[in-house]
């Protein structure tokens, strides 16, 4: 059983070619991290992009990109 969760949040800035500065929509920022073999992921996201992560309610301060959220058309 797993009790980490899934969040969405928004990329701030860029940190390293797999690591970001994130926040959650309630102002809490954390790190989060392009998982391993989600290196496509990763070259594709900017700032301002809207991610799902997934956080474990013991360390908030860092969390795994789950998947770039894209907009509706």
Request: aromatic letters at 8%; hydrophobic letters at 45%; charged letters at 25%.
């Amino acid at each position: 059983m797993s009790e980490n969760f899934a969040l969405d949040a928004t990329l701030k800035a860029v940190i390293n070619s797999t690591a970001f500065r994130a926040a959650l929509a309630n102002g809490h920022e954390f790190t989060a991290f392009a998982g391993r073999g989600s290196e496509t992921l990763a070259e594709g996201l900017q700032p301002g992009a809207r991610v799902r992560v997934e956080l474990s309610p013991f360390d908030m301060s860092r969390g795994r990109i789950l998947f770039e959220e894209r907009a509706k058309t």
